[in-house]
């Protein structure tokens, strides 16, 4: 029932920013926590980041913290991922997914927390 629409990817320079979205549709995604994603060639998919269902807990991965920032907007229904300082090694498609059962003040970096998922949207950082 709930839809996930990743947007915002591209081609930029080392240095240079991105502004991902995730649109959520079908549900209210105030009723969900979101988890943003990244998966390279020959790699798993991994957790960068996630919010709250209340947007007011975030965390980070080690190698993202500092640079990429999460939001969400709950009345549009739709979470960011502000990406600054990006490095090629960021390159790779990001996903956003949505996890309704854990509790409100948390969210979760592992992947089987999440039962929604979005396409993807490719990153590449090259010069």
């Known amino acids: 029932q709930l839809q996930l629409v990743e947007s915002g990817g591209g081609l930029v320079q080392p240095g240079g920013s991105l502004r991902l979205s995730c649109a959520a549709s079908?549900?209210?995604?105030?009723?969900?926590?979101i988890g943003w994603f990244r998966q390279a060639p020959g790699k798993e998919r991994e957790g960068i980041s996630c919010i709250n269902k209340g947007g007011d807990y975030t965390n980070y991965a080690d190698s993202v913290k500092g640079r990429f920032t999460i939001s969400r907007d709950n009345a549009e229904n739709t979470v960011y991922l502000q990406m600054n300082s990006l490095k090629p090694e960021d390159t790779a498609v990001y996903y956003c997914?949505?996890?309704?059962?854990?509790?409100?003040?948390?969210?979760?970096?592992?992947?089987?927390?999440?039962?929604?998922w979005g396409q993807g949207t490719q990153v590449t950082v090259s010069s």
């Open positions: 997914a949505a996890d309704r059962n854990i509790l409100y003040r948390y969210c979760a970096s592992r992947r089987t927390s999440y039962d929604y």
């Open positions: 079908g549900k209210t995604l105030g009723y969900y926590a």
